[in-house]
Each structure stands twice: as structure tokens, then as C-alpha cells.
């Protein structure tokens, strides 16, 4: 949302918009000249939008995370606006452009990223809508010259079957927002309907191994990356020194030699797999992938570290299912070998949580010490007995408590963990100044 907001903004717009809470973003948006309200009554709105004199003149774009019966939703449905969903407005955008759209269930946002960085540092340069705010240009927006934009395409709410890229990328088709799709088998025939929508003549890349009909698109050319050797696109000789990965990439027309990415774990290496392989195809020179590799700084809140002194660590991450927090707790067992780790989770929405409890135990065991927060429940009314509780109920490590958000940081005080780490999606991001402090504190 807060990228359309400045894309309007940028167009010359009076651009508005409502959140629940501040946030980092939001003040970044208010210094961009961009309105935010945080109280839901009506009477909020600005009146500049409002019936009659801003009805023909206004565009209300919403995000599916916002509740039905919200009464700004209400007040503007009532009077008659047109509403559009915020992948709606994406859609009609990027049917304008070449689009690069990359989906899946986990990865989206650091490929995407990484996509974007690699095309912009080319001859190709590109504009991209991003779901999390690179480091490198300190925004979720980035605008250029030619006709290529890299945008995110999201499963939920089936909201990327409004796109139709020139170039895809499946990063994963892990179950996932069940409470829409009720079951794994719809999730995948929706992400195959996804897939023929990709323009005639265009490409897909997917990751490999991945259970596909290629049927579904026989217009497109189609190619696969990952560590498998099989992959079209793989790495070979990759090593993990000075904090780098080092390695060289198989590709269908050879070997791009001495990559070297600064994002610690394994998965990033297959994210950074699908981003040389997406350049590799549009042409752009294996000398200009390196170099924007090289100097990639990711993404916050995505394996996003805040403090790395000796004996000291601290890393904030949006991970929200279990196979992303398996993989960032096991990055951290890679980068940092023999350092105690204990992690603070909020778990994200009741559902998610009842159908994945025993699978976010599993994860969550990988620590040393877990620290379990109430549940954020973003959209959803309470399920009656799901709580954070019936996670820790599962879990087999001795040390685990269950506490309050609020208690958090003065449990991080009290206790000052080696190697922390913060993970989930919902309001835990208010921690981590707070957290940072406290770190640095004892230096």
C-alpha cells in the first residue's frame, strides 16, 4: 500500500490513507507530504475526499487486510465510490509496462528485491513495486526510465491473478493462507492459474523441484534454478567466507564465475539463483550481476541485522511460517557457529496458527531459547481455543515462556540474550528500536 502511495504521490496527487498504528513507515510517508489518519471514525477522513465535492475525483484503493466493516470501507461504499483493491491498481499499472512478477509462498520479497536492484544498476533499469523497503534506496518504490517493473505478485486473497508478466518467477508453493484457500490442492491450482496468465512469448522461471503442469502455459518458455545440479540455472564451488557467499552459477549457456553475496543462509543464495537467472535472461552482462550482487544490502526486516558486535548479536526478521522460520534460525546457526540463540516470535493470525501449531513447534525447537508472544490477529476475530499456547504446548525445548508483547523488552533486559532474534509479521517490528537500544546499551 505505502508503495502506491508514493507512486500517486510521485505522479503529482494528493495522496491519504489510514493504519492502525505509526510506524516507521508511516512517518516516512507523512515527511513524503502524504496524509495519514489513525483513528477509524468517519469523521477522520479529510474533507477534501469526501461527498460530494471529492467523489468524482477520487480513487480509493484498499488492501484485503483491512476489516469489511471498517467505517471508512463502509462510509465510502455507501456513498457510491468506486473501490479498487490495491492489486487491482498494481494490475492496471504494470498492464501498461513489461512487467517482472515474482510469486510464492516464501522468498517473494527478497527476490523481488534483489531483481529490482540488479535490473536498475543495468542498462536495462526498471521502476518496482516492493513489499519490504530496500536498504539500498531506503524505499518500497523505485521509479525509472524504461518500461520494466519488477513487482511482488501476492498469493493472498488470490490478489496476483490481476497481473500478467512478461517474465515469472515461483519462488515456492508451501501451504499457506488456508483460511482463504481451505486447502493446499486449491493453493496450487490458483498459483497454476497465475502461471497462464503469463503473457505470450514470455518466461517463467520456477524453482526446482517444484510440482508444476507445464500444460497450463505451453506460450512460454520455461526454466528452473536452485542448488539441485539438475536446475538450468544452479551454484557450484559455494563456500561462506568474510561474510560472503562465494560461488559460481551454472547457467544454460555456461558458468558465471566468483559471485558474492553479503545475506547469510542458503536460501538467500537460491533467491540470489533466481535474480541472475532473471538477468542472465534480459541480457544483462554477467560483469554488471556481479558487481550489483556484490553491493546488494537486502532488506529490512528480512534476515535484517541491528547489532553484530563480539558476543552480541541481534537480527530482526518477518518471518511468519515455519519453513521461514526454520530457515532464518538455521541462517543464523550458519553465520554465527556456537552462539546461544534465543528468539521472540508473534505469531500471525489465529488461523494460520491453528492449521500450522505443530509445525511452527517444530521450527521454533531449533532455538535455544523461544520466547512466544500473543497472537496478532491483523483481520481475524479470535478462534476460540487458539492461542500462542497451543504452539508452546507442542514444543520439546526446556527453556520456552510465553509472555505479553509489552513485557518484551524488559524481559530482553533482564535476561540479555547472545544472539536474539525477533520474528513475525504483525506489530513485533515495534520492538526492535527499543530491543536495539538495549543492545547497544552494553557496549
Known sequence: MSALARYFRAGGYQVAGYDRTSSAITDALEKEDIQIIFDDNVDAIPSSYKEPAG???TLVIYTPAIPANHPGMKYFREQGY???KRAQVLGMIADRMRPVAVAGTHGKTTTSTMIAHVMKQSILDCSAFLGGISKNYDSNLLLGESDWVVLEADEFDRSFLFLH???AVITSMDADH???????EQLIKTFHQFISQVRSGGRILMHYGLSVDRSVNPEVTWF???LDEKADYYATELSYRDGYHIFNVHTPEGEIHE???GLPG??????????????HLLGISEESIKKSLFLFKGVRRRFDIRVNTPGQVYIDDYAHHPVELKAAIESAREMFPGMKITGIFQPHLY?????FARAFAESLDLLDTAVLLNIYPAREKPVPGITSRVILDQMKIKDKILINKEEAVAWVEKYRPELLLTLGAGDIDRLVEPVEKIFNKEQ
Do not use: C, M, W
Not at 488456508?178 to 493446499?184: A, F, P, R, S
Not at 488461523?351 to 492449521?355: A, N, V, Y
Open 351 to 355: 488461523t494460520r496458527t491453528r492449521d
Open 55 to 57: 467523489k468524482e475525483d
Open 178 to 184: 488456508l483460511d482463504i484457500y481451505h486447502t493446499h
Open 224 to 226: 528452473t534454478y536452485g
Open 165 to 167: 508478466p512478461e517474465v
Open 82 to 84: 468506486t473501490l479498487f
Open 266 to 279: 542458503k536460501v538467500n543464495v537460491e533467491n540470489a539463483l533466481a535474480a541472475i537467472a532473471v538477468a
Open 259 to 261: 559471485i558474492h553475496l
